[in-house]
């Protein structure tokens, strides 16, 4: 028998007409370091990103609602109040989450609609 061992990336994505104000946003807002996408795949458009171990890519896709749904990334941090602070000088809206025993966290939509948690383990 063979068992799912981890998760190599997520993916997420913005219309193609906004892959610089993306960039700028998860690069330059949430400091993510871009990562070089493998030249069979930069034709695709979007880009990539690291955070800890794992990649987020960040892909174009046109003609979807991404404020239609519950999925999302939970990026955990070390200072959920900092971050606070920082998404609402940017202009995002923080919406509270349903408290889970043990955890800080609050919720938002990035720039392009796509739903982001933010949580932060209590000592």
């Not at 493998?38 to 794992?54: A, M």
């Not at 892909?59 to 999925?71: L, V």
Request: hydrophobic share 35%; with cysteine; aromatic share 8%.
């Amino acid at each position: 028998m063979s068992h799912i061992i981890g998760i190599h990336h997520v993916q997420i994505t913005v219309p193609p007409d906004q892959v610089d104000s993306a960039r700028e946003f998860y690069c330059g807002v949430l400091n993510l370091p871009e990562i070089e996408k493998p030249d069979s795949l930069k034709g695709r458009g979007g880009f990539w990103l690291t955070v800890g171990d794992r990649d987020v890519h960040v892909g174009i896709e046109d003609g979807f609602d991404r404020n239609s749904t519950k999925a999302h990334i939970a990026y955990h941090v070390d200072n959920l109040d900092y971050w606070h602070k920082k998404l609402t000088s940017h202009g995002i809206t923080i919406k509270q989450s349903i408290p889970i025993e043990g955890f800080k966290r609050f919720e938002c939509r990035d720039p392009f609609g796509n739903r982001i948690e933010l949580i932060q383990p209590l000592k």
